[in-house]
């Protein structure tokens, strides 16, 4: 991981490290034609697991009282939402040039997020511990 999206709080990188992981996985499995199970397994996974990475990180903002919560919280339920639809569709469509557009869009958002708003939350954290 490139240190301009590192947080500095262990939990949030090392879950972001598995992120990206499965994002590399993925877009690996759609552009070496692996098979439409493969992808849509990794593409599942992807999804469960940014699932729990976002409510590990609304339980450290509700532990330390974050006061941006709101804000942060509506950015992950909307990218959940993203996520859920990126699956929905690449179980009907398979790897498509416009599925992995798609990745790649949802990769660079929340790379944005971490730079901006995650980053933020880390140093909040370190502030009040
Ligand atoms: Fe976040």
């Known amino acids: 991981m490139t240190p301009d999206i590192e947080t500095g709080n262990e939990l949030i990188d090392s879950e972001h490290v ?6 590399n996985k993925l877009l690996y499995a759609c552009s070496n034609g692996q098979g439409r199970d493969k992808i849509v397994y ?26 941006n ?3 942060h919280l509506k950015f992950h339920t909307q990218y959940k939402k993203d996520v859920a639809n990126f699956v929905l569709k690449t179980k009907t469509e398979g790897a498509t040039v416009q599925t992995l557009g798609e990745l790649n869009g949802l990769a660079s958002k929340l790379i944005n997020h971490i ?10 954290i370190r502030k009040k511990s």
Request: glycine fraction near 0%.
């Open 18 to 23: 598995q992120i990206f992981d499965a994002v």
């Open 69 to 71: 919560m709101e804000k």
């Open 42 to 67: 990794t593409a599942e996974f992807l999804a469960v697991y940014v699932s729990k990475h976002f409510s590990d990180e609304e339980k450290l903002q509700r532990k330390c009282k974050y006061p």
């Open 115 to 124: 730079r901006q708003e995650d980053k933020r939350l880390a140093a909040y």
